[in-house]
């Protein structure tokens, strides 16, 4: 049996942490002795629980604050591995590549690259240290054995961008046993459940509110197009720093509705219509694929990692111009004049086929034992 150990800077709720706890809970426990460390106090909004929950994983953390971890966390971390002794560490972001990358041991060296790494840090944290975290990420993405792109667009963006030769493409994979088709009978009975209004089409939109997703761009084509999308009810569902602009925007709008973070996020999603995103970067986006999983239409920007998802099967839905109120409305309309059942069908056998959890961790496995042989 091989030893794994984990590495991300907390269970903050959110989209890499959703990939590490399907990691950890996956992964083929007769083949990998699991070990999980994180670098920080976990957040209110953590995932703690769920982690300790799983069974034959050792949940270890260093404790350390982002000044702390600074200055202790390589020689903290050294320790803990020199007594684990794993054969395999798996970092993901930029603070656990960071500690990997000082890591002196022969364990294999595994990092994933959640997202575009120019274009996500300069949209969080500003144009100038957006760069120098890029350009630090990098160098420790170098010092890796092997990376892992969440699609395939990342993989190539690194390469050609920044000559991170060592990086290969895995989509995340979503939980199909969560995300899944329900019939019209049970969608009926889900929308008397959520208070969904009756006789409406639904459009669901998920995820973190925050600049790179652009929620409010969704909301300023609803207020626009007022007299066209009538008939249509915007939901968001998901918090950030965005939050209350949001709840501003779509104040005297009777078919917007700002939700907050849900934990039934997946019955929103059977009882919908449609999915809408107006991302302006995405690794691959989870919320998309569980969208996807659950038989919805979608309209997405036209950046790669979407673009990529689209071009499994072009009957999952449309791509419209980032950015672009007209763009929007045009493939809007056409997303609501397609065969649904055709679309329907292309995405549920699409997620089954190429974005199932158990193909997700198929390919990470073959990865790890491929390379430490």
């Given at each position: 049996m091989k030893k794994i150990l984990f590495i991300t800077s907390t269970f903050e709720k959110g989209g890499m942490t959703n990939v590490v706890y399907d990691l950890v809970k996956n992964i083929d426990k007769s083949l990998f002795d699991v070990y999980v460390l994180t670098l920080s106090p976990e957040p209110q909004k953590s995932r703690l629980a769920d982690f300790e929950k799983i069974q034959s994983?050792?949940?270890?953390?260093?404790?350390?604050?982002?000044?702390?971890?600074?200055?202790?966390?390589?020689?903290?971390?050294?320790?803990?591995?020199?007594?684990?002794?794993?054969?395999?560490?798996?970092?993901?972001?930029?603070?656990?590549?960071?500690?990997?990358?000082?890591?002196?041991?022969?364990?294999?060296?595994?990092?994933?690259?959640h997202s575009f790494l120019e274009e996500d840090y300069s949209m969080t944290y500003g144009k100038l240290k957006g760069k120098l975290m890029c350009a630090a990420d990098v160098f420790y993405l170098k010092k890796m054995s092997v990376c892992?792109?969440?699609?395939?667009?990342?993989?190539?963006?690194?390469?050609?961008?920044?000559?991170?030769?060592?990086?290969?493409?895995?989509?995340?994979?979503?939980?199909?046993?969560?995300?899944?088709?329900?019939?019209?009978?049970?969608?009926?009975?889900?929308?008397?459940?959520?208070?969904?209004?009756?006789?409406?089409?639904?459009?669901?939109?998920?995820?973190?509110?925050?600049?790179?997703?652009?929620?409010?761009?969704?909301?300023?084509?609803?207020?626009?197009?007022?007299?066209?999308?009538?008939?249509?009810?915007?939901?968001?569902?998901?918090?950030?720093?965005?939050?209350?602009?949001?709840?501003?925007?779509?104040?005297?709008?009777?078919?917007?509705?700002?939700?907050?973070?849900?934990?039934?996020?997946?019955?929103?999603?059977?009882?919908?219509?449609?999915?809408?995103?107006?991302?302006?970067?995405?690794?691959i986006s989870l919320s998309i694929l569980e969208a996807a999983a659950c038989g919805l239409p979608l309209l997405l920007t036209d950046i790669a990692a979407f673009k990529e998802v689209l071009s499994y099967n072009e009957n999952m839905g449309r791509c419209y111009s980032e950015g672009n109120g007209n763009s929007f409305i045009e493939k809007f309309m056409e997303l609501v004049n397609i065969d649904k059942e055709i679309s329907r069908n292309a995405a549920i056998e699409t997620m089954r086929k190429n974005f199932c959890i158990e193909k997700m961790i198929e390919r990470y496995q073959e990865i790890y034992l491929k390379k430490i042989k």
């Amino acid at each position: 049996m091989k030893k794994i150990l984990f590495i991300t800077s907390t269970f903050e709720k959110g989209g890499m942490t959703n990939v590490v706890y399907d990691l950890v809970k996956n992964i083929d426990k007769s083949l990998f002795d699991v070990y999980v460390l994180t670098l920080s106090p976990e957040p209110q909004k953590s995932r703690l629980a769920d982690f300790e929950k799983i069974q034959s994983v050792k949940v270890l953390s260093l404790g350390l604050s982002r000044v702390s971890g600074i200055l202790k966390g390589r020689l903290k971390a050294q320790k803990i591995i020199g007594e684990i002794k794993p054969d395999i560490i798996h970092s993901h972001g930029m603070r656990a590549d960071g500690v990997l990358a000082q890591i002196k041991t022969n364990a294999l060296k595994v990092a994933t690259i959640h997202s575009f790494l120019e274009e996500d840090y300069s949209m969080t944290y500003g144009k100038l240290k957006g760069k120098l975290m890029c350009a630090a990420d990098v160098f420790y993405l170098k010092k890796m054995s092997v990376c892992v792109g969440v699609s395939q667009s990342v993989a190539n963006y690194v390469k050609a961008k920044f000559g991170v030769k060592n990086a290969v493409g895995i989509p995340n994979g979503i939980d199909a046993k969560r995300f899944f088709p329900v019939s019209e009978e049970e969608k009926e009975i889900l929308r008397e459940k959520l208070f969904l209004p009756k006789g409406k089409k639904i459009v669901l939109s998920t995820g973190l509110l925050s600049g790179s997703k652009n929620p409010l761009f969704l909301i300023k084509q609803w207020v626009l197009a007022t007299e066209f999308l009538s008939e249509y009810h915007l939901y968001i569902l998901g918090a950030g720093k965005l939050y209350d602009e949001c709840v501003e925007a779509a104040k005297g709008s009777d078919n917007i509705h700002i939700l907050g973070r849900k934990d039934n996020v997946e019955e929103y999603l059977q009882a919908g219509d449609f999915y809408v995103s107006a991302s302006k970067s995405e690794g691959i986006s989870l919320s998309i694929l569980e969208a996807a999983a659950c038989g919805l239409p979608l309209l997405l920007t036209d950046i790669a990692a979407f673009k990529e998802v689209l071009s499994y099967n072009e009957n999952m839905g449309r791509c419209y111009s980032e950015g672009n109120g007209n763009s929007f409305i045009e493939k809007f309309m056409e997303l609501v004049n397609i065969d649904k059942e055709i679309s329907r069908n292309a995405a549920i056998e699409t997620m089954r086929k190429n974005f199932c959890i158990e193909k997700m961790i198929e390919r990470y496995q073959e990865i790890y034992l491929k390379k430490i042989k």
